[in-house]
């Protein structure tokens, strides 16, 4: 009877000890904040098979695998977040940042100037030029390989910075007549940073557009070093 008894007392160990670590396998985990209404949450999901959140909630900042921050000010983020995305992404994280009016300079990111691939130049320096065909530098770059982009007028016209890798440009007719970076990566730390200096939202048109960003999300998913999150106690 005491054997009977000590078999099934194994047996239900067992079952709940596997029912446990199923329950407690987290996926990955992508913080996507400011106006994300060009990604394709579903899709990046399904492509990913991360988890796409729009808050921390109980997690922490290096729970995370990748950061969105798409034309967000940099003042209006959780100060959490301000003060933990240097260490975020030297720990391996990465870190996308789209362009518009409330990004880059114009949306203060001076502030984490040491992580941008790109230079900033100006405080205000959303602008608007003529529509014009951007140009690949990188044209089987994982983010843009088999990406068609449309003619493109507004970005935020900065310089590249030394060491990034310049992905795609806008040719002339920047800020006194040189190219302007669209896309460019930079690695810091163990981490890495892909900035679009374009507003995605504003080509609503783009029949690309939503395929640029799962592609843009799955570079960065596998360049990450960091996830998925530990199981909460």
């Known amino acids: 009877m005491r054997r009977r008894s000590a078999l099934f007392g194994?047996?239900?160990l067992f079952l709940v000890g596997s029912s446990v670590s199923e329950a407690g396998t987290l996926p990955k985990l992508i913080l996507s904040l400011g106006r994300d209404g060009y990604l394709p949450q579903a899709a990046v999901e399904d492509g990913t098979g991360a988890e796409v959140r729009r808050e921390m909630g109980e997690f922490?900042?290096?729970?995370?695998?990748?950061v969105i921050l798409s034309n967000l000010s940099f003042g209006s983020l959780p100060l959490e977040i301000r003060d933990g995305l240097g260490e975020f992404v030297n720990?391996?994280?990465t870190l996308l940042i789209t362009g518009g009016t409330q990004s880059f300079g114009s949306g203060g990111y001076q502030a984490i100037a040491s992580l941008l691939p790109f230079t900033i130049?100006?405080?205000?320096?959303?602008?608007?030029?003529?529509?014009?065909?951007?140009?690949?530098?990188?044209?089987?770059?994982?983010s843009i390989a088999g990406i068609t982009f449309p003619p493109i007028g507004g970005f935020n016209d900065m310089n590249p910075k030394p060491g990034a890798?310049?992905?795609?440009?806008?040719?002339?007719?920047?800020?006194?007549?040189?190219p302007a970076p669209l896309?460019?990566?930079?690695?810091?730390g163990s981490g890495l940073v892909l900035g679009v200096a374009f507003d995605p939202n504003e080509l609503a048109s783009w029949s690309d557009?939503?395929?640029?960003?799962?592609?843009?999300?799955?570079?960065?998913?596998?360049?990450?070093?960091?996830?998925?999150?530990?199981?909460p106690r």
């Open 121 to 142: 130049r100006a405080a205000n320096d959303w602008a608007f030029k003529s529509f014009r065909a951007p140009v690949p530098l990188q044209a089987g770059h994982r």
């Open 165 to 178: 890798v310049e992905i795609l440009q806008y040719a002339g007719g920047g800020r006194a007549g040189f």
């Open 183 to 188: 896309i460019a990566e930079r690695r810091v």
């Open 91 to 93: 720990k391996g994280g």
């Open 10 to 12: 194994l047996a239900l």
């Open 209 to 231: 557009r939503h395929r640029f960003a799962v592609t843009v999300v799955q570079h960065l998913m596998e360049n990450s070093k960091l996830g998925p999150p530990k199981p």
């Open 60 to 66: 922490q900042l290096t729970d995370f695998s990748l």
